[in-house]
């Protein structure tokens, strides 16, 4: 073939290409996949699972969508997370917010809905909004569906926890030396939130009672960042132990984390209704900084005060932050935690006192031993907490895990659970044709399983009587860094369990 016509030929596969992977996949095409998971006994009902929205903005396939999921007539709809389109711009992710929590409403409106927290769901403000759409959000923690003839239903939060098997095992909060005395922190590089909660004794994995119940008490420190990509800060009423995305903190994030690099006030799990959030001060790095924050609860209200100054200079007068909470999700208890991320950060001389002037805590942090009464993350994985968090009788029930991220499969199955329903991966969102070697593999799927795991169904060996668990991959119905999907088009499923799988 002359040079001339095959190079023409292969400038019309590449628009073509661009056409498929910009306009019509993404825009125009959107599947119905029919899934089957295993399930011994009959479980009547009809299930759609979605994951991947990620809306920025009501579009035509948004309101495909749900047209189509209208017509499925469903008994239920689950989500697996990443359904707002994640921006740095607050004023960007406010109308994201608003857009995203529209099309929950719908689908809360079609059928009872419930969904887990992903990556993209991680701003206080977007949790409060989302929960006020009618839809039910599970974190770290299980529900019984359909009754006696149904299943139990194992929500995994993305935002708090870790998998066996799958996550990182060396704690990252250890005795460090900074300016050649000992202190408490982490100098880890990475991009990880690393929590270290006072939560000591032998609590159950769902027990909610000792430092998990305090509530209108204050909190102090020091705090030392090491560099100005450093993150960290003082956290009360503190949940992430027992695996819920709820708490309340005083701390500076980096310049590039899309808010302004000074102390804030912040919340997770919740908004404020009111109050001045920010500081003024950025810290210089390779500093002691002292931080003090107090919380009042009514019964009405939470109020949050906080103040940040140099640890070598006289201490303000007055609070310079402050917060009211007055929305139903407000934080009322938990514990005192210590965060990082991004970088070095070290702790000291760490005080908790209650309202009536209690001492409930000293920590100087100051030993060459990690201090006792401390945990590292949660107290166990995503999945060993959603199954202690789970009430009544589930005997002989079909369990079934809801995920964004498939990684959990592997403990999932070592666990003997029926099934797990994920996304996360956009079924790679951009695949080899067929036509070539390896074609309809995704390049990549951001997932430790690796890119064949990319979008349908697989069985792994598993502990159950069946010898296999069930894995489902959504591939989404929207797109994330680029607005691209080549070769793996926008999909929903409809669920059936039954017999067999």
């Not at 004023?91 to 608003?98: I, K, N, P, Y």
């Not at 299980?142 to 098997?165: A, K």
């Not at 102090?220 to 903190?249: F, P, Q």
């Not at 069946?466 to 989404?476: H, K, M, Q, S």
Request: a neutral charge; one cysteine or more; charged letters at 20%.
């Amino acid at each position: 073939m002359p040079r001339g016509r095959l190079a023409r030929l292969g400038l019309v596969g590449a628009l073509l290409a661009a056409l498929d992977g910009l306009w019509v996949e993404p825009r125009l095409v959107l599947l119905r996949e029919a899934v089957r998971l295993p399930a011994e006994r009959p479980v009547p009902l009809r299930i759609v699972h979605l994951s991947d929205l990620h809306v920025a903005r009501e579009t035509a396939i948004e309101r495909r969508l749900l047209r189509r999921l209208a017509a499925e007539r469903p008994d239920l709809i689950l989500l697996s997370g990443d359904l707002v389109a994640d921006t740095k711009s607050p004023s960007r992710m406010a109308a994201h917010t608003e857009a995203a929590a529209r099309v929950l409403a719908e689908l809360a409106h079609l059928a009872p809905t419930y969904g887990v927290q992903g990556h993209s769901e991680y701003l206080g403000s977007v949790v409060a909004r989302f929960n006020h759409t009618g839809v039910t959000w599970l974190s770290n923690q299980g529900v019984v569906l359909g009754g006696s003839r149904g299943f139990l239903l194992l929500g995994l939060n993305q935002q708090v926890g870790g998998d066996l098997f799958t996550s990182r095992i060396e704690p990252p909060f250890k005795p460090l030396t900074v300016g050649g005395s000992p202190a408490f922190g982490r100098d880890e590089e990475g991009n990880w939130n690393d929590w270290a909660s006072y939560d000591p004794g032998g609590a159950g994995l769902a027990d909610n009672s000792g430092a998990l119940d305090w509530s209108g008490y204050e909190a102090s420190c020091e705090l030392w960042l090491g560099d100005r990509d450093s993150e960290g800060g003082l956290s009360i009423h503190n949940r992430y132990g027992i695996g819920e995305d709820r708490l309340l903190s005083l701390g500076r994030a980096s310049p590039d984390s899309g808010v302004v690099p000074r102390f804030l006030l912040g919340g997770r799990g919740t908004a404020f209704t009111n109050g001045k959030l920010d500081t003024g001060l950025d810290p210089e790095p390779r500093r002691w900084y002292r931080l003090r924050l107090r919380s009042e609860v009514s019964s009405e209200q939470v109020t949050l005060r906080g103040k940040v100054w140099p640890a070598d200079a006289p201490e303000p007068a007055d609070w310079q932050v402050w917060a009211e909470d007055r929305s139903p999700e407000r934080v009322t208890s938990g514990t005192v935690a210590l965060w990082g991320r991004g970088g070095s950060v070290a702790y000291r001389d760490l005080k908790v006192t209650a309202a009536d002037g209690r001492v409930l805590l000293e920590a100087p942090l100051t030993g060459k031993e990690p201090p006792s009464g401390f945990r590292q993350g949660t107290r166990a994985s995503r999945l060993a907490l959603a199954l202690a968090r789970t009430a009544g009788d589930t005997a002989g029930l079909p369990r079934v895990a809801l995920t964004h991220a498939p990684d959990v499969v592997l403990e999932a199955a070592w666990r003997g659970l029926d099934a797990v329903l994920a996304g996360h991966t956009h079924g790679g969102q951009v695949r080899l044709p067929r036509l070539f070697p390896f074609g309809g593999i995704a390049l990549t799927t951001r997932s430790t399983l690796g890119s064949y795991f990319d979008r349908g169904s697989f069985d792994l060996p598993s502990r159950n009587p069946r010898g296999w668990t069930r894995l489902y991959i959504n591939a989404g119905v929207g797109t994330s860094l680029l607005p691209i999907r080549f070769c793996s088009s926008p999909a929903y499923a409809v669920v059936e369990l039954g017999p067999g799988g």
